[in-house]
């Protein structure tokens, strides 16, 4: 496993959790970072995208203003800061290695997948 992501678990609508994402075996730090999500009977969406210096961040507009995502090079480690949370939100979240160093929304440039840890929100 190359990536490995943590944080998911159950919690009530409007609450907060915080996902981590991070690297083994290899160095994603030059690599743009990013979130997807796939929920129930759905396709895997993009959330967000981060760039290799954090310099740049891109949001799915249904997560704008609620989710933030960061990252930690010298930890290897890509986080999602997901507030207000909703029922819509229930996934199962992805991090995902660009092929690039900027950040992509875009599954096809994805170099490395994680695996998935699931996030439900009650209602």
């Known amino acids: 496993v190359q990536l490995q992501a943590s944080g998911g678990g159950l919690v009530q609508t409007g609450g907060s959790l915080r996902l981590s994402c991070t690297a083994s075996?290899?160095?994603?730090?030059?690599?743009?970072m990013g979130w997807f999500r796939q929920a129930p009977g759905k396709e895997r969406e993009f959330v967000a995208t981060?760039?290799?210096?954090?310099?740049?961040?891109n949001y799915a507009e249904s997560v704008k203003g609620r989710f933030t995502i960061s990252r930690d090079n010298a930890k290897d480690t890509v986080y999602l800061q997901m507030n207000s949370l909703s029922p819509e939100d229930t996934a199962v979240y992805y991090c995902?290695?660009?092929?690039?160093?900027?950040?992509?929304?875009?599954?096809?440039?994805?170099?490395?997948w994680g695996q998935g840890t699931l996030v439900t929100v009650s209602s």
């Open positions: 995902a290695a660009s092929r690039y160093a900027s950040g992509t929304s875009q599954a096809g440039n994805i170099a490395y």
């Open positions: 981060i760039s290799w210096n954090g310099g740049s961040t």
């Open positions: 075996k290899r160095t994603f730090r030059n690599n743009g």
